[in-house]
């Protein structure tokens, strides 16, 4: 529930950035037998040259296919507080 809620105020007040994708990775949670995936993708902060990598939430199929090396991928950010976040993946239509 927390989860939800902090995704709602990041789509509600959250800052917009495009990061490029940069792999996907089996989560390192198993549900029946089955771990699910996770989308990485980094952006260079302009502030400061850091470079912060985000990892969306599990999915549950392999989305290698549906994407590229240094695609943009939308991230929704709490400009206070960098390590709050939501990776966008509703491209992909789960």
Not at 27 to 50: H, T, Y
Not at 54 to 63: G, L, V
Request: hydrophobic share 35%; proline share 4%; charged share 25%.
């Amino acid at each position: 529930m927390k989860h939800k809620r902090n995704d709602e105020w990041l789509k509600n007040f959250g800052q917009r950035i495009e990061a490029d994708f940069s792999t996907t990775s089996l989560g390192n949670i198993e549900v029946n037998g089955q771990k699910p995936w996770v989308v990485i993708c980094q952006w260079k902060n302009p502030a400061n040259g850091e470079m912060i990598i985000f990892k969306s939430d599990y999915i549950w199929f392999d989305p290698s296919s549906y994407l590229k090396s240094g695609q943009k991928i939308g991230v929704l950010i709490d400009p206070n507080n960098i390590k709050r976040y939501h990776v966008d993946l509703s491209f992909l239509s789960i």
